[in-house]
């Protein structure tokens, strides 16, 4: 048997080649998510081990949340405590504040700014360049900062603080950045001295104090002899102990990423899968003869059964071999994929070698193990048949075929009501993300289903095109794609995966544009919207009145956004507005009540925090210690909580509160030119350095074009699931071709040319990828439906939309490849002998 297994691999090499492909992609991406993954952990690893290097002690607040540590941080007292420490060789704080970069065309950029730890032991920052400052007016920037401010050593760096005053340093040197600066990522980052720090933020806050032991003092020493110098109210950790801290919040994030990515990888190999499982099944009715012949002469159902799978065995180590060494391609494109959506770019993380053993190991097994698995049924199936009765050219499958279908029908609907109930319960759900996964795996398990009956609906499609069809080798074309139900559904079923995830997360995503357009003309009642591009850089308020004399501008209404305690309400963030703005530049669609005439002690509420918090309107809640009562509710979620005035806002805030605001409303006056009144407002701007204008329109494609970032990743990741699918329809069509030797040269006898017999071919393939995406969009645009209306019941009223151009583009995509994926079989099939296709047996 082995040598006939042997001799059977090297005469179907070339029908075996398009299947090992689309195990191999499978693999490819498994293995570059593994490795990507892997070096993403590494690197994060190694950054935030860098951070807690040669730290024996760290000091934190007993609540070390973010609000505590902003509101009151650590005093500055309790470095000195701890400095003075018995057993302490050297402490410094950590502490980061937020500034404005000026760039060379004079607009800000967001900043980090760090101290210098005077102990250099307790410096994560690697120098590449220079020094690092020793005076208040000196600085140095992140390498990063440096190749996108454009800024060298030797320049002077120019920041402002939150009250918009100007600091000037002079760059002594360039560092990498470790750790303890990766707090603020997607800002500039600077170190200066400790001096320095407080030229620009008098006040800021400690939000960690770290230490050196003196030798011969253990690290549990000497966070007992801290422990004891500065009392109760911290947390005190030995180096170790932080070390493991923040290497177990890393690992979460890095695994993060590495599922996210699988679950994609998963899609592809089940993609991959079917294919397999459908070029077996072919492969295996081809050799029933071959087969029965086999057993004629001695060999056993078990013999027959191992042979099958020995094959599929081959095919999946080879193909595994290939998939690992193409995983390197694969993760650099993954990690570049990943970089467009913020994730770890090449400039963060380098794929690193050799490859784990772990990675080569999953390669393998999920190669071998999805081949061999998807093999076992066309396997089995080669068993079944009697010897004498599978020597006849042409075997009885017809009660097979009916007998599977009723049980298909029962399976089917067995798992369509799991299904069904799962999206009942999703939709239950109050929370956004719960209700997502539940019901997101619910309209898989529908999927399913609906894969299942494939065999059922796939002949009437199949129909429907085809009387849409004129010509000879068009209706051909359709009565073969109809000649073999389950072969053409497992094709399919294949593309129709790919295409429904893609459809689904395309119907989402339009939703969530058209939910967003929505809001943004919803709070533009006014022409224009400037705002601060720097996270604590407000607009002031000379800024503002300036703006209010710009000629045809008859309002201008601030926004300040505000957060605090509340004894009701689960988050208490609110956005404030001047009364007079509420209701006419600030129009949020109203659920009950009135929303003209606020004042400094009411509040407008969203309805659904209201809901939670048990209040209506007239009740009462408290947010920072201020009262305040309800009169009136609200749907959107533009505004946190709710809405309340400015002087409310700035209440909340107490000594808090900013000297001016995150947003300018503007209001034009009738009939003004907004192409002039913008000019006019744009003088204004640029005399600010951190302001920018925005009307409705740019707003829109802003947010727009943040959303088709992520579904441009989506669909990439989606892709390869697509392209395996195509493989197989390739693949299944040069089966076909083989099969049908016979066939296609009587025709070719009969009359038909060699271009309409790949003109045969080509419709053929076109009718199977119509099928799959047809029915796919249609499932992906349902179950997108599902998946919005489950997020509406939970956190967000979300617009049902279906963008059909997207929609139409992926449909034209389809055909386009059906084309590309026919042009082989089809170039083969017209290249045959007719003489030697009708002497074929």
Request: proline share 3%; net charge positive.
């Given at each position: 048997?082995?040598?006939?297994?042997?001799?059977?691999?090297?005469a179907?090499?070339?029908?075996?080649?398009?299947?090992?492909?689309?195990?191999?992609?499978?693999?490819?991406?498994?293995?570059?998510?593994?490795?990507?993954?892997?070096?993403v952990?590494?690197?994060?690893?190694?950054?935030?081990?860098?951070?807690?290097?040669?730290?024996?002690?760290?000091?934190?607040?007993?609540?070390?949340?973010?609000?505590?540590?902003m509101?009151?941080?650590?005093?500055?007292?309790?470095?000195?405590?701890?400095?003075?420490?018995?057993?302490?060789?050297?402490?410094?704080?950590?502490?980061?504040?937020?500034?404005?970069?000026?760039?060379?065309?004079?607009?800000?950029?967001?900043?980090?700014?760090?101290?210098?730890?005077s102990?250099?032991?307790?410096?994560?920052?690697?120098?590449?360049?220079?020094?690092?400052?020793?005076?208040?007016?000196?600085?140095?920037?992140?390498?990063?900062?440096?190749?996108?401010?454009?800024?060298?050593?030797?320049?002077?760096?120019?920041?402002?603080?939150?009250?918009?005053?100007?600091?000037?340093?002079?760059?002594?040197?360039?560092?990498?950045?470790?750790?303890?600066?990766?707090?603020?990522?997607?800002?500039?980052?600077?170190?200066?001295?400790p001096?320095?720090?407080?030229?620009?933020?008098?006040?800021?806050?400690?939000?960690?104090?770290?230490?050196?032991?003196?030798?011969?003092?253990?690290?549990?020493?000497?966070?007992?002899?801290?422990?004891?110098?500065?009392?109760?109210?911290?947390?005190?950790?030995?180096?170790?102990?932080?070390?493991?801290?923040?290497?177990?919040?890393?690992?979460?994030?890095?695994?993060?990423?590495?599922?996210?990515?699988?679950?994609?990888?998963?899609?592809?190999?089940?993609?991959?899968?079917?294919?397999?499982?459908?070029?077996?099944?072919?492969?295996?009715?081809?050799?029933?003869?071959?087969?029965?012949?086999?057993?004629?002469?001695?060999?056993?159902?078990?013999?027959v059964?191992?042979?099958?799978?020995?094959?599929a065995?081959?095919?999946?180590?080879?193909?595994?071999?290939?998939?690992?060494?193409?995983?390197?391609?694969?993760?650099?494109?993954?990690?570049?994929?990943?970089?467009?959506?913020?994730?770890?770019?090449?400039?963060?993380?380098?794929?690193?070698?050799?490859?784990s053993?772990?990675?080569?190991?999953?390669?393998?097994?999920?190669?071998?193990?999805?081949?061999?698995?998807?093999?076992?049924?066309?396997?089995?199936?080669?068993?079944?048949?009697?010897?004498?009765?599978?020597?006849?050219?042409?075997?009885?499958?017809?009660?097979?075929?009916?007998?599977?279908?009723?049980?298909?029908?029962?399976?089917?609907?067995?798992?369509?009501?799991?299904?069904?109930?799962?999206?009942?319960?999703?939709?239950?759900?109050?929370?956004?993300?719960?209700?997502?996964?539940?019901?997101?795996?619910?309209?898989?398990?529908?999927?399913?289903?609906?894969?299942?009956?494939?065999?059922?609906?796939?002949?009437?499609?199949?129909?429907?095109?085809?009387?849409?069809?004129?010509?000879?080798?068009?209706?051909?074309?359709?009565?073969?794609?109809?000649r073999?139900?389950?072969?053409?559904?497992?094709?399919?079923?294949?593309?129709?995966?790919?295409?429904?995830?893609?459809?689904?997360?395309?119907?989402?995503?339009?939703?969530?544009?058209?939910t967003?357009n929505?809001?943004?003309?919803?709070?533009?009642?006014?022409?224009?919207?400037?705002?601060?591009?720097?996270?604590?850089?407000p607009?002031?308020?000379?800024?503002?009145?300036?703006?209010?004399?710009?000629?045809?501008?008859?309002?201008?209404?601030?926004?300040?956004?505000?957060?605090?305690?509340?004894?009701?309400?689960?988050?208490?963030?609110?956005?404030?507005?001047?009364?007079?703005?509420?209701?006419?530049?600030?129009?949020?669609?109203?659920?009950?009540?009135?929303?003209?005439?606020?004042?400094?002690?009411?509040?407008?509420?969203?309805?659904?925090?209201?809901?939670?918090?048990?209040?209506?309107?007239?009740?009462?809640?408290?947010?920072?210690?201020?009262?305040?009562?309800?009169?009136?509710?609200?749907?959107?979620?533009?505004?946190?909580?709710?809405?309340?005035?400015?002087?409310?806002?700035?209440?909340?805030?107490?000594d808090?509160?900013?000297?001016?605001?995150?947003?300018?409303?503007?209001?034009?006056?009738?009939g003004?030119?907004?192409?002039?009144?913008?000019?006019?407002?744009?003088?204004?701007?640029?005399?600010?350095?951190?302001?920018?204008?925005?009307?409705?329109a740019?707003?829109?494609?802003?947010?727009?074009?943040?959303?088709?970032?992520?579904?441009?990743?989506?669909?990439?990741?989606?892709g390869?699931?697509?392209?395996?699918?195509?493989?197989?329809?390739?693949?299944?069509?040069?089966?076909?071709?083989?099969?049908?030797?016979?066939?296609?040269?009587?025709?070719?006898?009969?009359?038909?040319?060699?271009?309409?017999?790949?003109?045969?071919?080509?419709?053929?393939?076109?009718?199977?990828?119509?099928?799959?995406?047809?029915?796919?969009?249609?499932?992906?645009?349902?179950?997108?439906?599902?998946?919005?209306?489950?997020?509406?019941?939970?956190?967000?009223?979300?617009?049902?939309?279906?963008?059909?151009?997207?929609?139409?583009?992926?449909?034209?995509?389809?055909?386009?490849a059906?084309?590309?994926?026919?042009?082989?079989?089809?170039?083969?099939?017209?290249?045959?002998?007719?003489?030697?296709?009708?002497?074929?047996?």
């Amino acid at each position: 048997m082995l040598k006939t297994i042997l001799a059977g691999l090297r005469a179907r090499t070339a029908r075996l080649v398009l299947s090992s492909i689309a195990i191999a992609l499978g693999v490819a991406f498994v293995t570059g998510t593994l490795v990507l993954g892997d070096a993403v952990e590494a690197q994060t690893r190694d950054n935030f081990a860098r951070s807690a290097r040669n730290v024996d002690a760290a000091v934190h607040l007993a609540d070390n949340s973010d609000n505590t540590v902003m509101r009151d941080g650590i005093p500055a007292d309790v470095l000195q405590k701890v400095r003075s420490t018995q057993g302490v060789a050297g402490a410094d704080s950590r502490e980061y504040a937020s500034a404005a970069l000026l760039g060379s065309d004079g607009k800000a950029r967001n900043a980090a700014v760090q101290p210098l730890p005077s102990t250099e032991k307790l410096r994560d920052f690697n120098l590449k360049e220079g020094k690092f400052p020793a005076k208040a007016d000196e600085a140095a920037i992140d390498v990063k900062t440096a190749q996108i401010a454009k800024l060298k050593v030797g320049d002077k760096l120019k920041l402002l603080d939150k009250d918009n005053v100007e600091h000037s340093f002079s760059i002594v040197g360039t560092y990498q950045q470790g750790a303890s600066s990766m707090s603020m990522s997607g800002s500039d980052h600077v170190v200066v001295s400790p001096e320095g720090l407080r030229t620009i933020v008098p006040d800021q806050r400690i939000y960690e104090i770290v230490a050196v032991a003196a030798p011969g003092v253990s690290q549990q020493q000497l966070v007992d002899n801290i422990g004891k110098a500065i009392g109760s109210g911290y947390k005190v950790q030995t180096g170790e102990q932080l070390t493991q801290e923040t290497l177990a919040q890393v690992g979460d994030a890095a695994g993060e990423i590495k599922t996210f990515l699988l679950a994609f990888a998963a899609i592809s190999l089940i993609v991959a899968g079917m294919v397999i499982y459908n070029t077996f099944t072919i492969l295996v009715a081809q050799r029933t003869r071959e087969l029965a012949l086999l057993r004629c002469v001695g060999a056993e159902r078990g013999q027959v059964f191992r042979s099958v799978l020995a094959e599929a065995l081959f095919m999946g180590l080879v193909a595994s071999v290939l998939g690992i060494l193409g995983g390197l391609g694969v993760s650099a494109g993954l990690q570049a994929l990943v970089g467009t959506v913020g994730g770890p770019s090449g400039d963060d993380v380098q794929i690193r070698l050799p490859i784990s053993w772990v990675t080569i190991a999953a390669g393998f097994g999920v190669g071998v193990l999805v081949t061999v698995l998807s093999a076992v049924l066309p396997a089995r199936r080669a068993t079944k048949v009697a010897p004498v009765a599978a020597l006849r050219s042409q075997p009885d499958s017809h009660d097979d075929v009916a007998r599977t279908g009723k049980v298909r029908i029962i399976v089917a609907s067995l798992i369509a009501l799991i299904g069904a109930a799962g999206v009942y319960f999703g939709l239950q759900q109050e929370k956004e993300e719960p209700a997502m996964f539940i019901t997101g795996g619910a309209v898989m398990v529908l999927l399913l289903a609906v894969l299942l009956v494939g065999p059922l609906y796939v002949p009437l499609v199949n129909r429907l095109f085809g009387k849409a069809l004129r010509g000879v080798p068009a209706k051909l074309a359709s009565a073969n794609a109809g000649r073999n139900p389950k072969r053409t559904a497992a094709t399919t079923a294949a593309l129709m995966i790919g295409v429904t995830i893609v459809a689904m997360v395309t119907v989402v995503a339009g939703s969530g544009r058209e939910t967003m357009n929505q809001q943004v003309d919803k709070r533009f009642p006014a022409d224009y919207e400037v705002s601060s591009n720097v996270w604590n850089q407000p607009l002031t308020q000379k800024f503002a009145d300036e703006l209010s004399k710009v000629r045809n501008v008859s309002q201008i209404a601030p926004e300040l956004s505000a957060y605090g305690e509340s004894d009701k309400l689960k988050y208490g963030d609110v956005t404030g507005y001047p009364a007079d703005a509420i209701g006419s530049l600030v129009r949020p669609e109203l659920a009950g009540g009135t929303l003209t005439g606020l004042k400094d002690n009411e509040i407008i509420l969203r309805e659904k925090e209201a809901k939670e918090a048990g209040l209506s309107i007239g009740s009462s809640l408290k947010i920072s210690d201020k009262e305040f009562k309800v009169v009136a509710l609200i749907k959107d979620n533009s505004y946190g909580a709710g809405i309340v005035t400015l002087p409310a806002a700035q209440s909340i805030l107490k000594d808090n509160a900013p000297k001016g605001y995150q947003k300018l409303l503007v209001k034009l006056a009738p009939g003004t030119d907004i192409a002039v009144a913008r000019a006019d407002l744009e003088r204004v701007i640029a005399t600010s350095p951190v302001a920018v204008l925005n009307s409705a329109a740019e707003t829109k494609a802003e947010l727009n074009s943040q959303i088709d970032q992520v579904l441009l990743f989506i669909w990439a990741l989606v892709g390869l699931a697509l392209i395996i699918a195509l493989f197989g329809i390739a693949n299944t069509l040069t089966l076909s071709v083989l099969e049908r030797t016979r066939e296609s040269a009587l025709l070719r006898a009969l009359g038909l040319t060699r271009g309409q017999l790949r003109q045969m071919l080509v419709v053929e393939s076109i009718l199977m990828a119509l099928i799959g995406a047809v029915v796919g969009v249609l499932l992906g645009a349902g179950f997108g439906w599902l998946l919005v209306q489950a997020i509406s019941n939970a956190e967000f009223q979300i617009s049902f939309a279906i963008p059909f151009g997207q929609i139409g583009v992926m449909l034209g995509l389809a055909v386009i490849a059906a084309v590309i994926a026919a042009a082989l079989p089809a170039r083969r099939a017209a290249r045959n002998s007719v003489v030697a296709g009708m002497a074929e047996a």
